[in-house]
């Protein structure tokens, strides 16, 4: 069965570093997304990606963040300067079809941890 | 800003027996709804979903049910069984493609 793979599984960075987490959407989806769960707290919304250009951002999707699929196959999310309150798990997903009203299929995440 | 709320944070179930999660929102522009579960150190999987056309969705062992006057949603499982131990995740979508998850409830069925 087809699923969504993100790398690394782990990342530990220095503040104000910059991170790239990398995402591998399943193959025949054209929407791609990013959530973060800061520990303990709900799973949130970051950004959906749909024909190369974003469709929706949430607030805490700032000047910081940014989103790119830069080849056929990878979906990444780019920290420019990361902070403290960045550590969190952040979860690829992807879904097909009209309007992204499919389900959404995760991957296994990401942890990231800003020292 | 709460707009999708799981107030219970856990719940114990016997084996066999019924699991009612229960999800609130506040949006009455949500369309489409989710439950997902999840395991530690995994990624949220979907379970079963319910457009806000509809009142019942059922899909094997699982149903969730949609109240849109009340603004409430839940999911129930039975048969429970131990394997259904998870946290479980409402989740909510208006119109734009942005997602709203709840926080989560976290079920233990017990043998």
């Known amino acids: 069965e087809p699923e969504v793979t993100q790398t690394p599984s782990h990342q530990v960075t220095q503040m104000g570093q910059e991170v790239i987490l990398r995402c591998v959407p399943i193959s025949n989806h054209l929407y791609f997304y990013w959530y973060r769960q800061i520990l303990g707290q709900k799973v949130e919304f970051l950004v959906s990606?749909?024909?190369?250009?974003?469709?929706?951002k949430s607030e805490i999707f700032d000047d910081q963040f940014s989103v790119e699929r830069p080849d056929g196959s990878n979906f990444t999310l780019k920290i420019r300067s990361t902070k403290l309150e960045d550590s969190a798990m952040y979860f690829c997903?992807?879904?097909?079809?009209?309007?992204?009203?499919?389900?959404?299929?995760f991957g296994p995440g990401t942890r990231l941890l800003v020292l | 800003d709460q707009q999708v709320k799981q107030n219970s944070p856990s719940l114990s179930v016997q084996e066999g027996r019924i699991s009612i999660l229960n999800c609130d929102y506040t949006?009455?522009?949500?369309?489409?709804f989710l439950w997902y579960k999840k395991y530690p150190a995994e990624g949220p999987t979907f379970l079963i979903s319910?457009?806000?056309?509809?009142d019942k969705n059922e899909d094997g062992r699982f149903t969730v049910f949609l109240n849109k006057s009340a603004k409430h949603l839940s999911l129930h499982i039975v048969p429970s069984q131990p394997g259904d131990s998870a946290v479980y995740f409402c989740a909510a979508r208006k119109a734009g493609n942005q997602f709203y998850f709840g926080t989560g409830t976290s079920l233990t069925v017990i043998p």
């Open positions: 319910i457009s806000s056309i509809k």
């Open positions: 990606f749909y024909n190369n250009e974003i469709s929706e």
């Open positions: 949006n009455s522009m949500f369309d489409y």
């Open positions: 997903a992807s879904s097909s079809g009209l309007r992204g009203r499919e389900t959404q299929y």
